[in-house]
């Protein structure tokens, strides 16, 4: 398959317009085929940006990405996730312990761990 390659098309292969695409595209038929009987073609849009946003995409990324002007537009894909919350963490923590560098004449004995390090509590 080609990369630009249209994923639903009309009978001659054409581009399906907004006002037939659900009847020439048998979208109720589709979807229940592969088991998501209640999936709207929104759906995709949705998921994709969340992927998006969620990949490292700002909001500028996001809002050229749809079309929208509206910054708050571009903020409906941006969920909160632990798996984001971790990794602010860790590249906080990476920044620190490059700008802080290893300090091999500060090692005692009674060391209370890593400080100066951040750690994920969520």
Partial sequence: MRPAALVFTGANGGVL?????????????VVAAIGVPGLH??????????????????????????????????????????????AIADSLNDRIAAAVGPDEDDQDEDDDGASGVLVPVA
């Fill in 17 to 29: 317009r907004r006002g037939n695409f659900r009847r020439a595209s048998r979208w109720a038929e």
């Fill in 41 to 86: 073609f929104h759906d995709l849009r949705h998921t994709g940006n969340t992927i998006a946003a969620q990949s490292g995409a700002s909001l500028r990324d996001l809002m050229d990405r749809m079309g929208h002007d509206s910054v708050r537009a571009a903020m409906i894909y941006q969920h909160g996730t632990s798996e984001a919350g971790k």
